[in-house]
């Protein structure tokens, strides 16, 4: 199973950006996918999960109304759209594969990882 994950960068507060996702080597529509962020000195948290083919999403309370998490089954491919990126949005973002179809927004429920991209967003 690999997940790549890309579209980080440095960005302003209010600005915008566009985190993917591509798996591989597993039958991606059969699973929810997450995306979780790491800030230094902090704890891994959840983002966004998206149910494997029905649509379902959750948020995080902290990103809900900014963030839109989507998937394209057919590519193998997550996206993570971010809007009005604030200071505290910085770190280190990874997507990852449930281990069902349902979004689940524990950590535990996600077997496989990729390797994150970082997100700057400076005041």
């Known amino acids: 199973v690999q997940l790549q994950a890309s579209g980080g960068g440095l960005v302003q507060a209010g600005g915008s950006l566009r985190l993917s996702c591509a798996a591989s080597?597993?039958?991606?529509?059969?699973?929810?996918m997450g995306w979780f962020r790491q800030a230094p000195g902090k704890e891994r948290e959840f983002v966004a999960t998206i149910h494997a083919h029905d649509g379902s999403t959750n948020y995080a309370a902290s990103v809900k109304g900014r963030f839109r998490i989507s998937r394209a089954n057919a590519a193998g491919m997550l996206y993570l759209e971010m809007n009005n990126l604030q200071p505290e949005d910085t770190a280190v973002y990874y997507c990852?594969?449930?281990?069902?179809?349902?979004?689940?927004?524990?950590?535990?429920?996600?077997?496989?990882w990729g390797q994150g991209t970082l997100v700057t967003v400076s005041s």
């Open positions: 990852a594969f449930a281990a069902g179809a349902w979004p689940y927004t524990l950590s535990a429920h996600y077997p496989f």
């Open positions: 080597g597993r039958n991606f529509s059969r699973y929810a």
